[in-house]
């Protein structure tokens, strides 16, 4: 063992007379001082935008912390679509900032603008640590907002130690404005959603039977009473479509034939009023849902084939995106035990379409 | 008097018996049900200032005229989708967020067969009145077949968004990132995935008072290099709602296609089969947020996934077994050559 510590002993022994303690010391003091630092991102960054109608011309002022106490020589501002730094920047469509001036400023002072062009703008000062902990806030005049008013769009923030925005970077950020003309921001085009509901409908809703009750039959132990509508829906609207169905169970006064608020099957002889809206064997009724885009789906407890359930509120069918139109046909079952109560067992069902946000 | 009653009681149960067998006489509906509505409007108001607009309401059956009544209900989230529940209950309490009491439409309106019919409707927002978010859906009923044990109706719905700009709470919190399979009956986050996983999943929970569409990108990077970048995360423009924890979905690789919906092109997004290596995928978030003069804030965040295909997994299991079986082979071979090419003896 004391022979071990004697051959490393001698092995470093020979590496310090190779590289003194000094030459050490200075690397060290060297990787302390010279090792890059992180850019930090500016702290509570924000855009006024005086006027945010689409087209007009207008001041923005943005507002934001610095956070390296580090000499700053000039700020590099980037109008872009995305507000990720290091994603390619798309100018917003009609932007125009070439004729920005810079009308006031706030905290940390002293800056001209040093360049501009359609969607840049540097601002310089003599390079200097910035004072404090205050927001700083800088107000550019004669900006020409964005025409488009369907996107966000962002100014890329970055500080730099030089004078004219290149080399490294110190703090950056993003902040985010939207163009909008005070009335209508959704400007797809013209969002519709096409609902229509009877007994049998036709693929395009341009015709229904007209018949919007179902006679079931008379209630028996023994059988299942069925009985089948149709609903079909389309919508362009980027987030889709839902179906709510709302109502109440089937009631004669205060009897009421409750509905399984799980999937069940259908089993005669017993209290239960159910629906589903898919293809079923047992009883044989129903037919899938058709039409081409396979987006528009019954919901979750309502598309399993010969199971039935009916919570009021509950909805029955949606898309979550744009879907051309889908027919859907609703199949009802009820069932009743030996013990109901005579009398006329009715209910209303409101299929409401509605679009998703 | 006993003969009386016994009359009375046969007379009542045979009408107990015929009301049972005999449902209510049907009336026909007058009303057409087909209809075609603007789904969504959005509003910017500033205090003290009112927005009038039109919708347009089609009836789309050439037969009958469609007669609707007209309501404003409050709505809020079902789910951690885009599925607005709706608060359909005459007595239930208005909401925070109520646009009701500034929200003026007609009561009712009626539209010949095949015909069109502009409304006016105005969102008056009283001077002085807090910034924020406030939103209602109108509700456009049909009426009700009468007649049958079960009567159909069929309404559609139009949701208001009107956000009033000035200083507002704006809170987003990153609850999860990851590969999100929205093909099995209930979408939700996968950790490890035998099929191509086609959406990227980001849950926000919104605690803020204004509802929140939040912009940015994300990069998905494989763990032997190359890296696929999604630059617009929510191109639907979908939101979160106050109090909701909204899970934004986005496709890996995106297909847009212009379709024709009822008679005019619209573009429809659709996720489809992104280039994907079996193996473990690092998610990068980096998601803004903010309005107009609020300070934009950042949601940075980072996930995994792996996509592990059944091929993939059976050929590491043979390949582990091709190496078990040389490795046995190897052992064996050094033993007999250590026994002098016997093998070894049984004691």
């Given amino acids: 063992m004391k022979h071990h510590v004697f051959r490393y002993h001698a092995f470093f022994y020979e590496w310090r007379r190779l590289v003194s303690g000094e030459v050490i010391s200075l690397g060290l003091a060297l990787f302390l001082v010279v090792s890059p630092v992180a850019a930090l991102r500016f702290d509570q960054r924000s855009l006024t935008m005086q006027s945010s109608l689409p087209g007009v011309t207008t001041n923005y002022t943005i507002s934001f912390q610095y956070m390296s106490p580090d000499p700053v020589g000039s700020i590099d501002l980037l109008f872009c679509y995305n507000p990720i730094p290091y994603e390619a920047c798309v100018t917003p469509t009609g932007l125009d900032v070439s004729d920005a001036t810079l009308t006031n400023q706030t905290g940390e002072e002293g800056y001209s603008i040093q360049s501009k062009s359609t969607n840049h703008i540097v601002l310089t000062r003599a390079p200097t640590v910035p ?18 008013t369907s ?9 730099l130690a030089s004078t004219n925005g290149s080399g490294p ?47 079931m039959g008379t209630l028996s132990e023994n059988s299942t009473l069925t009985a089948n509508s149709q609903m079909a829906v389309g919508t362009n609207a980027s987030g889709g479509f839902a179906i709510t169905a709302d109502g109440t169970p089937l ?96 209910t209303t069902i409101t299929y409401i379409a509605s679009g998703r946000f | 008097m006993k003969r009386f009653k016994s009359l009375v009681a046969a007379a009542l149960m045979a009408v107990a018996a015929i009301a049972t067998i005999a449902p209510a006489p049907p009336v026909a509906a007058q009303s057409s049900s087909s209809l075609s509505i603007v789904p969504r409007k959005n509003y910017v108001i500033e205090p003290g200032k009112s927005v009038k607009d039109t919708m347009v309401i089609r009836n789309l059956d050439s037969a009958q005229p469609l007669d609707l009544s007209l309501r404003v209900i409050d709505f809020t989230y079902t789910d951690d989708s885009g599925t607005p529940k709706l608060l359909l209950g005459e007595d239930i309490a208005q909401t925070t967020w109520s646009l009701k009491p500034f929200l003026k439409i007609p009561e009712s309106v009626t539209i010949p067969a095949g015909g069109t019919k502009t409304i006016d409707m105005s969102v008056a927002i009283p001077a002085g009145h807090g910034a924020g978010s406030y939103y209602s859906a109108i509700v456009y009923g049909s009426g009700a077949g009468d007649g049958g044990n079960v009567s159909l109706s069929a309404s559609g719905v139009t949701l208001v968004f009107t956000q009033i700009p000035g200083t507002v709470n704006e809170n987003l919190h990153l609850e999860k990132l990851g590969a999100y399979d929205t093909e099995q009956a209930k979408p939700d986050y996968v950790f490890i995935d035998i099929n191509k996983p086609q959406s990227i999943g980001y849950t926000l929970k919104n605690n803020g008072n204004v509802t929140e569409a939040p912009v940015g990108s994300i990069k998905l990077k494989y763990m032997f290099g190359g890296e696929q970048s999604i630059d617009n995360i929510n191109s639907n423009g979908s939101l979160a709602l106050i109090g909701q924890t909204r899970t934004f979905t986005t496709c890996i690789k995106l297909k847009s296609q212009d379709v024709n919906f009822d008679g005019a092109r619209s573009a429809a997004n659709t996720c489809i089969e992104p280039d994907l290596w079996p193996g473990m995928y690092t998610i990068s978030l980096d998601a803004y947020y ?6 934009t804030q950042e949601i940075v965040g980072t996930g995994t996934f792996w996509y592990l295909p059944i091929w993939f997994l059976i050929a590491v299991a043979v390949l582990l077994l091709i190496i078990t079986f040389i490795v046995w082979r190897t052992v064996v071979k050094i033993r007999r050559r250590l026994n002098g090419g016997q093998p070894k003896k049984k004691k």
Avoid at chain 1, 142 to 148: A, E, L, R, S, V
Avoid at chain 1, 151 to 159: H, P
Avoid at chain 1, 186 to 212: K, S
């Fill in chain 1, 251 to 346: 009631s004669a006064g205060t009897h009421v034939i409750d509905s399984p608020t799980v999937p069940t099957e259908s089993i005669p002889g017993t209290n239960q009023f159910g629906i589903n809206l898919v293809a079923n064997t047992a009883p044989a009724i129903g037919t899938n849902p058709e039409g081409d885009w396979a987006n528009a789906l019954a919901s979750p407890g309502y598309d399993q084939p010969n199971r039935y359930m009916f919570v009021p509120g509950d909805v029955v069918a949606y898309s979550p995106n744009v879907s051309l139109m889908k027919k859907f046909t609703v199949s009802y079952i009820v069932n009743a035990s030996k013990d109901l109560r005579a009398g006329v067992y009715t």
């Fill in chain 1, 151 to 159: 996107s966000a769009f962002a100014v890329r923030i970055k500080s």
């Fill in chain 1, 169 to 215: 970077q110190i703090d950056f950020g993003s902040v985010r404005g939207q163009a909008t003309n005070g009335v209508m921001l959704e400007t797809q085009v013209p969002p519709m959603l096409i609902f229509c509901l009877a007994e049998e409908v036709q693929d395009n809703c341009a015709g229904t039977n007209n018949n919007y009750y179902t006679d």
């Fill in chain 1, 131 to 148: 004072v404090g902990t205050t927001i700083s806030s800088y107000t550019l005049s004669g900006i020409k907002n964005t025409t488009d």
């Fill in chain 2, 290 to 295: 903010g309005q107009n003069g609020n300070t």
